[in-house]
């Protein structure tokens, strides 16, 4: 037990920690952990602004239908309008705004071959 106790305080193979090192390193990891909270940050930041971006789009469309009348009374031919309103997500970021994408409503009943007695 002495003989080796007599060896190890001799040995110089080893590394040894010395207070320096643990400062250096501690301060090394703690600048680490800074800047990559500062990245985490601006990437989320980024994809917020992405995600806001997505929400904040409108696929509302609509089309008028269109009539042509034969001249002595009776319709000639017949297309019925239609459309799609844009209703907000629970995952959109910001409340979407209606706008009226064409000023007039469809004032026709609809299509001969829907049952609406034409």
């Given at each position: 037990m002495l003989r080796n106790l007599s060896e190890l305080t001799v040995d110089e193979q080893g590394f040894v920690i010395s207070?320096?090192?643990v400062l250096v390193m501690t301060i090394?990891?703690?600048g680490m952990v800074v800047g990559l909270t500062a990245v985490r940050d601006s990437i989320t930041q980024e994809l917020n602004?992405?995600?806001n971006a997505?929400?904040?789009v409108n696929q509302s469309y609509n089309v008028n239908g269109l009539?042509?009348?034969m001249p002595y009374g009776g319709l000639h031919a017949f297309v019925s309008?239609?459309?799609f309103n844009d209703s907000s997500d629970d995952?959109?970021?910001k409340p979407i705004v209606y706008c009226e994408v064409n000023g007039k409503d469809d004032s026709s009943n609809g299509a001969p071959n829907e049952g609406n007695g034409w």
């Open positions: 207070a320096e090192l090394a990891v703690l602004d992405v995600s997505f929400g904040a009539k042509k009348p309008g239609f459309g995952c959109d970021c």
